[in-house]
């Protein structure tokens, strides 16, 4: 990043749906794996070994019912 921390990613994508509209149907589109909810209408779903998370979050942000996806991100851990 713009800081000069390393930022990796999970093979996991964060994304809600847009409250009161079903989106898990579309998810499945995408083969997601292990999808599993977090809070109100938002979930945590596997992306499979050697396919493009930040392309499947694209293309996610971009259905009617997602109101977010994002990869979910990894940076080392400081103590304060």
Same mark, same amino acid.
Do not use: M, T
């Given at each position: 990043?713009?800081?000069?921390?390393?930022?990796?990613? %999970?093979?996991?994508?964060?994304? *809600?749906?847009?409250?009161?509209?079903?989106?898990?149907?579309?998810?499945?589109?995408?083969?997601?794996?292990?999808?599993?909810?977090?809070?109100?209408?938002?979930?945590?779903?596997?992306v499979s070994k050697g396919?493009?998370?930040?392309?499947?979050?694209? *293309?996610?942000?971009?259905?009617?019912?997602?109101?977010?996806?994002?990869?979910?991100?990894?940076?080392?851990?400081? %103590? %304060?």
């Amino acid at each position: 990043n713009s800081l000069g921390k390393k930022v990796g990613v %999970r093979n996991e994508i964060i994304f *809600k749906c847009v409250e009161g509209k079903e989106c898990l149907s579309i998810v499945k589109r995408y083969n997601l794996k292990d999808i599993s909810n977090l809070s109100n209408d938002i979930y945590i779903a596997k992306v499979s070994k050697g396919s493009d998370i930040f392309e499947i979050s694209q *293309k996610l942000y971009l259905e009617n019912n997602i109101e977010f996806a994002n990869p979910n991100f990894v940076k080392k851990r400081y %103590r %304060r």
